[in-house]
């Protein structure tokens, strides 16, 4: 398996375009977390998603900030129009939950810098 | 959501044993504890879960008391390669419930 897959892997842009990160989780899992990495705030996570279902979207910063899962291989993440406070890593893992099991598989990640 | 406390960071020389303790007074009945370790520029890889005694695997040992209010991160004989963020996390997960939260980490220097 070629694990969590993120792409762009950097992204470089201006102020008040649109950015769209992009992740395919691993085959056969049945959720999906978005996360963000600064040095100041750490790792927050900012949405995830069961069985494609948003279910906890309380970590999004602002209505910038839009998530989708429309099948259970792909999911994206996008931010519109974007700031230079959002430049961070942006984390994609995908995880086969059940009420025991927590283990979630994180992708490369998306250095997302804002000008 | 239970919070977590661990040490900011730790200083250790290879070969010797790592523990590294975290506190979460409020853990709740159906929480598991889970470890992740970071290394510079990647995403947390997973490490250990646990809920009760001891667990291991063959990368680590976590030791859970029976009050369950705290967790030890055990890593026998540190290399080089160990030094990472090392993060305790404290929750668990089914469909509606509030997803674990990744807090600070201890920041492991493996020191030749």
């Known amino acids: 398996d070629a694990g969590v897959i993120q792409s762009p892997r950097h992204e470089v842009t201006e102020m008040g375009q649109e950015v769209t990160l992009r992740c395919k989780p691993i085959s056969g899992h049945n959720s999906l977390f978005w996360y963000r990495q600064t040095m100041m705030r750490g790792l927050e996570l900012l949405i995830y998603?069961?069985?494609?279902?948003?279910?906890?979207d309380s970590g999004m910063p602002e209505d910038r900030f839009s998530a989708k899962m429309p099948n259970a291989s792909f999911s994206t993440l996008k931010i519109q129009p974007s700031e230079p406070r959002d430049s961070a890593v942006y984390f994609c893992?995908?995880?086969?939950?059940?009420?025991?099991?927590?283990?979630?598989?994180f992708g490369p990640g998306t250095r997302l810098t804002v000008l | 959501l239970a919070k977590t406390t661990q040490p900011i960071s730790m200083d250790s020389y290879e070969g010797q044993e790592v523990n590294i303790t975290c506190s979460h007074n409020n853990i709740a009945t159906n929480d598991y504890i889970t470890w992740y370790q970071q290394f510079p520029s990647q995403g947390p890889r997973f490490i250990i879960q646990g809920y009760k005694t001891k667990v291991t695997n063959e990368v680590a040992s976590l030791f859970i008391p029976a009050d369950r209010k705290s967790s030890t991160l055990s890593l026998p004989r540190v290399s080089l390669s160990d030094t990472a963020v090392y993060y305790c996390?404290?929750?668990?997960?089914?469909?509606?419930?509030?997803?674990?939260?990744f807090g600070s980490g201890t920041r492991l220097q493996v020191q030749p």
């Open positions: 893992a995908s995880s086969f939950l059940t009420g025991r099991n927590n283990e979630q598989f």
């Open positions: 998603f069961n069985n494609n279902v948003p279910i906890d």
């Open positions: 996390l404290v929750g668990a997960f089914d469909t509606g419930r509030r997803a674990l939260t």
